[in-house]
């Protein structure tokens, strides 16, 4: 799997070795406040989600991706396109950008960073047609992200007892 970088930014493949980072991102609740509260308490289950990430690399050619910083190597969560096979929002078999942050890297700009590379590998690369993305209503913060990489809320919807923006970007004719 290609690995990308950005300015300040190494997106790379999530490997076990992330387990502990990734322990620190999701057992935080207030990382989980627009996720429907539900952190993880075992480093168990999250090497169960990097295995189903793994499989998803596999299976789909794609999925989320390890953030890690340039200057320092850590890791800081994850970001990537996902490719959803189970309905969501009255769509199937589409393509949705996401990330996901420790806490202490919120409010940097390391989100939009990541999501404008994985919207110029998904147009540009992988040639997808048309971007999603979803947020609860109140995550002024990741709303912010969608909306300065180009995403438009096209509706709300409820998901998992969440009221969410649903956003769409379409791939632009002539490239970015």
């Known amino acids: 799997m290609?690995?990308?970088?950005?300015?300040?930014?190494?997106?790379?493949?999530?490997?076990?070795?992330?387990?502990?980072?990734?322990?620190?991102l999701d057992s935080n609740p207030?990382?989980?406040?627009?996720?429907?509260?539900?952190?993880?308490?075992?480093?168990?289950?999250?090497?169960?989600?990097?295995?189903?990430i793994n499989d998803q690399y596999k299976k789909n050619g794609i999925g989320r991706f390890a953030v890690v910083l340039k200057e320092t190597n850590e890791f800081i969560g994850w970001s990537g396109i996902k490719f959803v096979t189970e309905p969501e929002n009255n769509h199937v078999n589409f393509y949705d950008i996401g990330y996901r942050l420790i806490e202490e890297h919120w409010g940097k700009g390391y989100a939009q960073e990541s999501a404008k590379a994985w919207r110029d590998h998904a147009f540009n690369e992988m040639k997808v047609p048309v971007l999603y993305a979803s947020a609860h209503i109140e995550n002024a913060g990741s709303i912010n992200a969608l909306q300065k990489i180009g995403m438009t809320i096209k509706e709300q919807y409820l998901h998992q007892n969440l009221y969410c923006h649903w956003f769409e970007l379409k791939a632009p004719l002539c490239g970015i």
């Open 2 to 24: 290609k690995t990308l970088t950005t300015e300040r930014l190494i997106l790379r493949p999530l490997v076990l070795s992330d387990a502990t980072g990734m322990f620190t």
């Open 30 to 52: 207030n990382v989980h406040k627009f996720l429907g509260n539900n952190p993880v308490n075992s480093i168990a289950q999250i090497h169960n989600v990097i295995e189903m």
